[in-house]
């Protein structure tokens, strides 16, 4: 799935600006808060696929 593959990547990423802002860095700590807000979306999309996919089967058997 395309956005769970999309999810692991973002938080790969923000590994780096998560450490500097528990350091104290204040714009890590803003890029880290803007990756959670993307990590967010791509949690929900996937929840939204996986709700989607759950009502085919119900529908199809």
């Known amino acids: ?3 769970y593959e999309r999810l692991k990547k973002l938080v790969a990423e923000v590994d780096d600006d998560m450490q500097k802002a528990m350091g104290g860095n204040r714009a890590a700590g803003t890029r880290v808060r803007q990756a959670m807000q993307a990590v967010k979306e791509a949690a929900q ?3 939204a696929g996986i709700l989607e996919q759950r009502k085919k089967e119900e529908a199809s058997g």
Do not use: Q, W
């Open 1 to 3: 799935m395309e956005a």
């Open 45 to 47: 999309e996937i929840r």
